[in-house]
């Protein structure tokens, strides 16, 4: 068990019967009243994030999940199949499952499989990767007065904002929690 004052963001607990991972911790102190601490909180089954306020002293289920690390083999329409990196077992999780990773998947992606007791609870994907720009509208000639971007295509079908002198067959590394252009890649 742990005290709702030792979460961090990253962490991982259950709540009355579900799983989440704490995303924000923020300590209240309050005057002449007992602090609080409020929880912003990411349910796995769901993907819901939700916040919620907690006493300092509230126990919290403390759990360790077991990780596998996975390699995207294919995917096939809205079907992803992944093989385990070592015992080559195979796992298939359609895009609905996986959500908003897939815009980052391209084939030999490595991710990573949380598991609890047995049952599979998500798959985590590096924070960032590196995807080929398929189609890049040329710059417009003085579009340059504040930071102008504009909308590339990668290889995975996603759009990104990247600024004017990424073209065509560039690598760029993209950050997969905010989905943001990073650095071209050399």
Do not use: C, W
Request: proline share 5%.
């Amino acid at each position: 068990m742990a005290l709702a004052t030792d979460l961090r963001p990253g962490d991982i607990f259950k709540y009355e019967g579900t799983i989440y991972e704490v995303i924000q911790y923020q300590h209240i102190q309050r005057p002449r009243l007992a602090p609080l601490v409020r929880l912003k909180i990411k349910n796995f089954k769901l993907g819901t994030v939700t916040e919620r306020t907690f006493s300092p002293d509230e126990k919290l289920e403390d759990i360790t999940l077991d990780y596998k690390n996975l390699q995207l083999s294919y995917n096939t329409g809205d079907t992803y199949n992944f093989m385990d990196t070592e015992t080559f077992e195979q796992y298939e999780f359609t895009k609905e499952q996986l959500g908003e990773i897939t815009k980052y998947l391209k084939e030999d992606t490595p991710v990573t499989m949380m598991m609890y007791k047995g049952e599979i609870l998500g798959v985590k994907i590096p924070l960032k990767v590196d995807l080929k720009v398929v189609s890049a509208p040329p710059a417009v000639k003085g579009n340059t007065v504040n930071n102008a971007t504009k909308q590339v295509t990668v290889e995975t079908g996603a759009i990104i904002d990247v600024p004017l002198f990424i073209k065509e067959g560039d690598i760029i590394r993209i950050d997969t929690r905010t989905g943001e252009y990073v650095e071209r890649v050399k």
